[in-house]
Structures are given as structure tokens and as C-alpha cells.
């Protein structure tokens, strides 16, 4: 079955870095526009990077711009999220998603806090 696992997320600092991990299976990951959403208690889920089947093109919430890079590798079935900088406004639950001609999954999420 199709599967999208996070993992990578935790507590840090402010000016810290993280890096998330979405491991997907039970599909033809190479087929897939890769994306990376994020929802803050209270608020919307809003996008944070996308990145393209063969990963030529990313695009990013202007929130992230210069601080965050998305990433792909087709043969390991991964996508990825550096996230530098962190600043407490980026806390939140960070999830990853594949869509491809109406096809549309998502992981769990991860946690992603950002506190002194």
C-alpha cells in the first residue's frame, strides 16, 4: 500500500538546522510532484516547497526563501527538507505529499519546534 513516513523533526533552537526525510512506497515515486506542507496549532496548512517529478523545478513559500532547500532522490524514493535558520514561526507539524494526474497522498507528519 502507499506509504509516505517523516522522520527528522524535533526540538531546537533558534539558528539551528533540521532535516526532514519522506521515505514513500507502494508507488511510482518518480512520477510524483514532491511537496512539503506544514500546519501551525490554530492555523491553516499552508505549503512550503514543492519540487518536480525529476526535481528541475522548486518553488517555495516566500516565508522560506534562502532558508530552506527541498531535494529529491528518485532511487532511494526520498525526498528531503534542510531547513536553516530556524525561527519559532516555523514550529509546526510538517507533512509531505505526492501528487501526480489526480492522485494525491500524505505522510503523517513531523514535529517540528522551534523554542529557546
Known amino acids: 500500500q502507499v506509504q509516505l513516513v517523516e522522520s527528522g523533526g524535533g526540538l531546537v533552537q533558534p539558528g539551528e538546522s533540521l532535516r526532514l526525510s519522506c521515505s514513500a512506497s507502494?508507488?511510482?515515486?518518480?512520477?510524483?510532484?514532491m511537496s512539503w506542507y506544514r500546519q501551525a496549532p490554530g492555523k491553516e496548512r499552508e505549503l512550503v516547497a514543492g519540487?518536480?517529478?525529476?526535481?528541475?523545478?522548486?518553488n517555495y513559500a516566500d516565508s522560506v526563501k534562502g532558508r530552506f532547500t527541498i531535494s529529491r532522490d528518485n532511487a532511494k524514493n526520498s525526498v528531503y527538507l534542510q531547513m536553516n535558520s530556524l525561527k519559532p514561526e516555523d514550529t509546526a507539524v510538517y507533512y509531505c505529499?505526492?501528487?501526480?494526474?489526480?492522485?494525491?497522498?500524505w505522510g503523517q507528519g513531523t514535529q517540528v519546534t522551534v523554542s529557546s
Open positions: 519540487i518536480s517529478s525529476v526535481g528541475g523545478r522548486t
Open positions: 507502494g508507488f511510482t515515486f518518480s512520477n510524483y510532484r
Open positions: 505529499n505526492a501528487k501526480f494526474s489526480g492522485w494525491d497522498y
